[in-house]
């Protein structure tokens, strides 16, 4: 087994699982016809339809109608993962990387905040600002969809301060050995922005601004949803 230059991201905390074989095993008992074992699923890649612009930002209606209803359901589906219902993020992948599209929900109060964040490389190897492509395989550097958990504040040695993520899907299950966190980043910053006229592209991460880690670090917490959509 080797540690990938991803693992030292969380100083360790990063469980990296073992090689699975691809190999179909047959089992075969005296006298019998050989049974074939079920290979493991392939991994997943998920591609969108292509670099369709949703129309701009409606400030009363941030949040698009079916990631919301998407991330409602998901409440539900994994309560026991996510138990706290206060407050919940999303992030929108329709969404080029110069807009807003990680949005703080605040189911309480009824508030929504709209803030930026990065895609990975692989989702977008021609650095268009776009995410097309999403994938739960190591050393892809591509985002994943679907629901994660906050699992709290931690620091790595890399990107310093960061709050970890479980992946409670099939499409990002491998969140923890892929050390996909929440982090800042320079290119992320609004300086890189302005300069750019968009984000520059992580590993997979979800790197926002150095200025808005502090308050997410804090608000996100441990047993809150993520759930990302395209």
């Known amino acids: ?5 991803r693992g030292l991201i969380l100083g360790g905390s990063a469980m990296l699982a073992g090689c699975s074989s691809g190999a179909v095993a047959t089992v075969q008992a005296a006298g ?4 074939v074992a079920v290979q493991p699923r392939p991994p997943m890649i998920v591609t969108t339809a292509g670099p369709e612009i949703p129309p701009p930002l409606d400030p009363n209606n941030l949040v698009r109608k079916d990631l919301m209803e998407r991330a409602m359901a998901a409440l539900d589906i994994h309560h026991r993962r996510v138990p706290l219902r206060d ?25 929504v905040t709209a803030l930026r964040t990065s895609h990975g490389r692989g989702s977008d190897p021609a650095h268009t600002g776009y995410a097309a492509d999403f994938s739960n395989t190591p050393d892809s550097y591509m985002s994943s969809i679907g629901a994660f958990a906050t699992a709290g504040a931690s620091w790595g040695p890399q990107q310093g301060p960061n709050i970890l993520l479980d992946g409670l899907e099939y499409s990002n299950d491998k969140a923890r050995e892929r050390a996909i966190i929440v982090h ?3 290119y992320a910053d609004p ?3 302005a ?8 590993y997979g991460c ?9 308050s997410l670090r804090e608000r996100m917490g441990e047993g809150r949803l993520l759930f990302a959509f395209a």
Do not use: W
């Open 206 to 214: 979800f790197s926002v601004a150095h200025a808005d880690l502090p």
């Open 184 to 186: 800042g980043a320079d």
């Open 191 to 193: 300086d890189f922005l």
């Open 87 to 111: 407050r919940m993020y999303l992030v929108d992948f329709k969404r080029h990387s110069g807009e807003p599209r990680l949005y703080e929900v605040d189911l309480v109060a009824g508030r």
């Open 195 to 202: 300069r750019e006229g968009k984000l520059g592209r992580s």
């Open 32 to 35: 019998t016809t050989p049974q």
């Open 1 to 5: 087994m080797r540690l990938s230059r």
